[in-house]
């Protein structure tokens, strides 16, 4: 079945710093998505990617998409408190998430 | 309305016992799903209805059984759990389809089976 890996699976990152997390599909993916949830929170949608190779942004926020659509990578720049969470990658196969292990981010302010 | 709303927010019970977990939405949506989550790891699919039809079981024990009454309610009926069924059971929805259809989820209900 299909298998997405994700890493690093922790982060502590310096408030200011940026970080990369990072996933891998064992297949190649209709389309990935990316949730983040808070401690003690829901998954929360951030972005749905579909076309090879696609970039999207949301403020400090960058998600790609691979060539391939077997990765795709979620680059946070100037980490703030508020990233605080776990961000999960999924991707996507008809009604079917298949969710990453998901990087745990921390921040020292 | 964009809230998925689960009850109860907390549930204890014991390994004899029967209980059910009940999730709602008003988004229209006509895609619902089960979800279990242990500590630290990611969101387990359990069951995928589609147009009130049950459309993906993962292989889940019977001794967890879902219901979805309409297109707006979804119901996970617990009967004689073991503890290592503790976590955290979520429910989503989304639009069926090939379009972006974020799933939607509500805040969960933590189970605790003694």
């Known amino acids: 079945g299909q298998q997405v890996m994700q890493i690093p699976q922790y982060q502590h990152v310096q408030e200011g710093e940026d970080f990369t997390t990072y996933c891998n599909s064992s297949t190649t993916l209709s389309n990935i998505q990316w949730y983040k949830q808070r401690p003690g929170g829901h998954p929360v949608f951030l972005i749905q990617?579909?076309?090879?190779?696609e970039v999207k942004k949301q403020k400090r926020l960058t998600f790609q998409f691979g060539e391939a659509k077997k990765n795709s990578s979620l680059h946070i720049t100037a980490t703030q408190t508020t990233d605080v969470g776990t961000y999960f990658c999924a991707g996507r196969n008809d009604y079917k998430l298949s969710f990453g292990a998901g990087t745990t981010v921390t921040v020292r302010a | 309305d964009t809230e998925v709303t689960q009850t109860p927010k907390h549930l204890v019970m014991g390994m004899t016992n029967k209980k059910s977990l009940k999730c709602e939405q008003h988004m229209g949506h006509r895609a619902m799903y089960w979800y279990k989550q242990k500590a630290k790891k990611p969101p387990e699919l359990m069951f995928v209805y589609s147009y009130e039809k049950l459309s993906i079981n993962e292989s889940v024990p019977s001794r967890f059984s879902p219901e979805c009454p309409n297109s707006s309610l979804l119901n996970l009926h617990l009967h004689a759990l073991q503890p290592e069924d503790s976590a955290l059971y979520l429910c989503?929805?989304?639009?069926?389809?090939?379009?972006?259809?974020?799933?939607?989820f509500g805040p969960g209900t933590r189970l605790t089976v003694l």
């Open positions: 990617l579909v076309k090879s190779g």
């Open positions: 989503a929805s989304s639009h069926p389809g090939q379009g972006i259809n974020e799933q939607f």
